[in-house]
């Protein structure tokens, strides 16, 4: 079992920089690729980005980076000129995964969910 815990996120208005957080337990960190995914009110989940084991990343935002620290089992993602578009759950997944391909699907573990609301 692997446990995740978003913080990080907040009201804001269009154009700031926001950074997520997602501190992972209960598994080796370093044999779990990571994902960021985001879900608008009345709209499907979707993947935002993701990053391997060993730091290969996926990345679908350009205005979004994502990184992660193993030695504080860690995934974050940085969220740069937000705009009221980018209102949505943002949510944390975990695979166990040795591969050097960042996926975007097939998640095993997710978190609650940090709310990041972009003011126009």
């Known amino acids: 079992q692997v446990q995740l815990v978003e913080s990080g996120g907040g009201l804001v208005q269009a154009g700031v920089s926001l950074r997520l957080s997602c501190a992972a337990s209960?598994?080796?960190?370093?044999?779990?690729?990571m994902g960021w995914f985001r879900q608008a009110p009345g709209k499907e989940r979707e993947f935002v980005a993701s990053?391997?084991?060993?730091g290969y990343t996926n990345n679908v935002k350009g205005r979004f980076t994502i990184s992660r620290d193993n030695a504080k089992n860690t995934v974050y993602l940085q969220m740069d000129s937000l705009i009221p578009e980018d209102t949505a759950v943002y949510y944390c997944?975990?695979?166990?995964?040795?591969?050097?391909?960042?996926?975007?699907?097939?998640?095993?573990?997710w978190g609650q969910g940090t709310q990041v609301t972009v003011s126009s």
């Open positions: 209960g598994r080796t960190f370093n044999r779990l690729a």
């Open positions: 990053i391997s084991w060993n």
């Open positions: 997944a975990a695979k166990p995964s040795w591969s050097d391909v960042a996926p975007r699907k097939g998640y095993d573990y």
